[in-house]
């Protein structure tokens, strides 16, 4: 993982390894959404450059969405220099995703 890639050798792989040990997620989806935006700013081929996170983690329990997503950001910074382009994020608490 400290190649900026995961066991199974994707950037994908790391993201999720690296939030499951640092936010201990009741649940994570990562979802690679490269092919949607083919052609487009940032866009290369093989993907892993779009990801679509869904974050439900008692770790964002009294944290504004911008300090959930500043949070999240911050995990994943090694991943924007390895070419991740652009991330959108949904991060709730176990309460809001019930």
């Known amino acids: 993982m400290a190649d900026g890639t995961g ?7 790391w993201m999720e390894a690296k939030l499951r040990a640092e ?33 439900v983690a008692s770790a964002f329990e009294g944290k504004s969405r911008v300090e959930r997503h500043r949070l999240v950001n911050a995990l994943l910074d090694d ?6 382009h652009a991330l959108a994020l949904r991060a709730r608490t176990p309460a809001e995703a019930a």
């Open 23 to 55: 936010l201990a997620p009741a649940r994570l989806d990562v979802i690679d959404e490269s092919h949607l935006h083919a052609g487009h700013s940032g866009a290369r081929p093989g993907g892993e450059t779009h990801y679509r996170l869904d974050i």
């Open 7 to 13: 066991e199974d050798g994707t950037l994908r792989g």
């Open 79 to 84: 991943a924007f220099k390895r070419g991740l």
